[in-house]
């Protein structure tokens, strides 16, 4: 019987970050907490990516993750609204590999696959399947919903991801 895992998985946005955390074990999953990491709307775009990066920081701090995965974001608006979202990114992708976390990237269109089973279902739909997988999971609004498929995703893929070298 192996250890569990504690995954964080990291919806990134600027003005909404989503995470959501579970213990995986063996083929099972279980919830451990979810939320959102909401940084001031206005000000500097250097103090919104420090309050962004701090409130990571205390969520690794209090929960102490093994691993962290993080979703690709998908943006089709303007180029400054990419600039921006790109940048939270990189604080959601640095923040856990700070803390010395192995931090995997997944496609949107492969977390709704991994847990809707199609790649293109709505919002609603993954918030569904989430509440169907982790039945004791209570989080509020889509970006932790997100954050929480990110983290089902990962605990999906990380049998695959270390058979092949690619965890440690």
């Known amino acids: 019987m192996s250890k569990p ?3 964080i998985g990291i919806d990134p946005g600027l003005r909404r970050c989503g995470w959501g955390i579970v ?3 063996d083929n099972r999953l279980s919830y451990v907490a979810a939320g959102t990491v909401t940084p001031p709307i206005d000000g500097l775009l250097a103090d919104r990516l420090a309050a962004l990066a701090a409130g990571l920081k205390d969520i690794l701090a209090q929960f102490n993750p093994d691993e962290a995965a993080v979703e690709e974001t998908f943006v089709n608006s303007g180029p400054r609204s990419a600039l921006i979202l790109g940048q939270a990114r990189g604080v959601a992708l640095v923040t856990p590999a700070q803390a010395g ?3 995997a990237e997944y496609a949107t269109n492969l977390v709704k696959k ?3 089973g199609t790649g293109h279902a ?3 739909q993954v918030e569904l399947m989430v509440r169907t997988l982790l039945p004791a999971a209570d989080f509020k609004g889509a970006d932790a919903a997100d954050a929480l498929a990110v983290a089902i995703c990962h605990a999906h893929h990380r049998v695959s991801a270390k058979r092949m070298g690619a965890l440690v």
């Open 5 to 7: 895992v504690r995954i």
């Open 114 to 116: 991994s847990v809707v």
């Open 23 to 25: 213990d995986a074990k």
């Open 101 to 103: 976390l192995y931090v």
């Open 122 to 124: 709505e919002k609603k």
